[in-house]
């Protein structure tokens, strides 16, 4: 019974020990502890520590309890997850061999039972007094989670500064939160580079929340304190946790009409996201990336309950084109959606992949490249509607028949060709507008031919490209309907997709 008694007393000491460094931080202002961040994050702030026990020591044989890191298990939305809270008030949170041991424990045991595990970070990297123990320690994380990828979901939690290999491995996972003017992740710090490179950068500037949200693309989401974050990863793993009897619960809908958002001139921008977000569930789409490559637009989203995977061009940005950062977007989030089983529903409105010198010399074949690679590996359910317009490689990029959707639809004013109308003329009749009497007539003439005979929605679909031409106050039930019934046939189609590819 003493012993008991022991251990409960242990573990509230090292609570209020806890507790008490972090009170001491100099940044102490809006930062939680390790235990109250995971308290946070776990259902009624209930969970279970292991490895409580395990401490390091620094080489004058000092303690370091926990070695600066605690492990956790519990349920976040009813579902278990593990976790793991780096505590910075603890040699900077600085990784050596024992923390890990701690981690990378945890982390077999969520890859063993198919678990979520989420990484609340803060620290300055390897612990240099453990020199090449605490490199190897952080090449088992690694390797772990490689292993991991596309088996469970990873989470990473940027709080305060990451360096160095700290930021390898949320690189690895599939979601990275950070808080606004609170995150930091960098390879090397600005002292470093001021030394060696002579540059004079901020730390925002080199590895802030709002540089990895717009420039990088490093960062997901972007919270605006700590609880925030942790309250939106919450909301990120119920997309990922559902169970087949959740599928088919009833949800509201926005009131507005998806035949009313579409401009009848062709050339006038409107926001897809009002498309986006009257097709899905009332309140339910969760952007990914929202200020990155906004050309494009990925997130999380419900039908009638239904999880799915959202990926749409953006008309008011660059015309929807697709480029080398949208591209890489898109990959990674269709990457994401199949890993995990999601459904991906596509809405196509692009004039075609973004020309010009820069994009070329930077890569764009190689990039847009990524987008039919994901897409045509994918074994989920797709669906693809063609809300207005889909030219050249974008049109076979953007989750074409050919690459596999299981159902591809269009509006019945959508156009899909190899070019713009406009564009098609001047090739097709160079030669007769050299000695067109009338060039203006002939072009108008010519252009409404080509959209009547060529590039109509209807031609496609009288070709079989195209699987159904649907009203768009019919796409939610149709796409609802759709995935209802991939649903239940999702394991022989992934079968058949899977002999396909040769996987």
């Known amino acids: 019974m003493n012993s008991s008694l022991d251990i409960r007393e242990t573990k509230k000491q090292l609570l209020r020990d806890e507790l008490h460094r972090n009170l001491n931080r100099k940044d102490n202002i809006g ?39 605690v492990t956790a298990y519990g349920y976040v939305n009813g579902k278990k997850v593990y976790a793991y809270s780096q505590d910075a008030t603890l040699k900077g949170g600085s ?87 609170k995150s930091f992740m960098f390879i090397t710090g600005k002292d470093v580079v001021a030394k060696v490179m002579g540059e004079r950068v901020t730390s925002e500037e080199l590895g802030g929340a709002s540089m990895h949200s717009t420039k990088s693309g490093v960062a997901h989401f972007v919270s605006d304190s700590e609880l925030d974050a942790l309250k939106d990863v919450a909301e990120v793993l119920s997309y990922f946790q559902y169970s087949k009897k959740e599928l088919k619960r009833s949800a509201l809908k926005n009131s507005k009409e998806l035949g009313n958002i579409i401009p009848e001139n062709p050339k006038k921008s409107y926001d897809i996201k009002d498309v986006i977000n009257n097709l899905c569930d009332k309140d339910s789409f969760v952007e990914v990336n929202k200020d990155y490559a906004k050309n494009s637009v990925v997130g999380l989203a419900r039908i009638k309950g239904l ?37 991906i529903v596509t809405l196509v409105d692009t004039p075609g992949y973004l020309p010009g010198k820069n994009q070329e010399q930077s890569g764009i074949i190689n990039y847009g490249a990524k987008v039919l690679y994901a897409y045509s590996t994918a074994t989920v359910p797709l669906i693809s509607v063609v809300v207005r317009k889909a030219y050249g490689g974008a049109y076979i990029a953007m989750c074409s028949k050919s690459l596999g959707a299981n159902r591809s639809y269009a509006w019945p004013n959508s156009e899909i060709a190899v070019l713009g109308a406009e564009s098609a003329i001047v090739i097709i009749y160079r030669k007769e507008l050299k000695t067109a009497s009338d060039m203006n007539a002939f072009v108008a003439e010519k252009t409404q031919e080509y959209k009547k005979d060529i590039m109509n929605a209807f031609c496609a679909a009288e070709k079989g490209f195209i699987d159904d031409i649907i009203d768009p106050d019919e796409t939610r039930d149709r796409i609802y309907n759709d995935l209802s019934f991939l649903e239940e046939e999702k394991e022989t189609i992934l079968k058949e997709k899977t002999n396909i590819l040769g996987l």
């Open 31 to 69: 930062r939680m502890s390790a235990r109250e961040r995971l308290s946070s994050l776990f259902d009624d702030g209930k969970y279970t520590e292991v490895l409580c026990f395990t401490n390091g020591t620094t080489g004058n044989g000092d303690v370091i309890p926990g070695d600066g890191v």
């Open 307 to 343: 999880s799915v995977g959202v990926v749409a061009n953006q008309p008011c940005v660059l015309a929807g084109c697709l480029d080398i950062n949208s591209s890489l977007k898109i990959s990674n989030f269709i990457k994401i959606c199949n890993d995990q089983g999601l459904p």
């Open 95 to 181: 990784l050596g061999a024992v923390q890990a041991k701690k981690i990378t424990t945890l982390q077999k045991w969520a890859l063993q039972e198919k678990t979520p595990i989420v990484a609340l970070l803060e620290s300055g990297g390897a612990r240099i007094q453990e020199g090449i123990g605490a490199l190897n320690g952080y090449g088992e994380i690694f390797k772990l989670n490689s292993l991991s990828s596309g088996k469970i979901l990873q989470i990473a939690v940027i709080f305060g500064s990451c360096a160095g290999g700290a930021v390898y491995s949320p690189a690895l996972m599939d979601f990275i939160f950070m808080v606004k003017d």
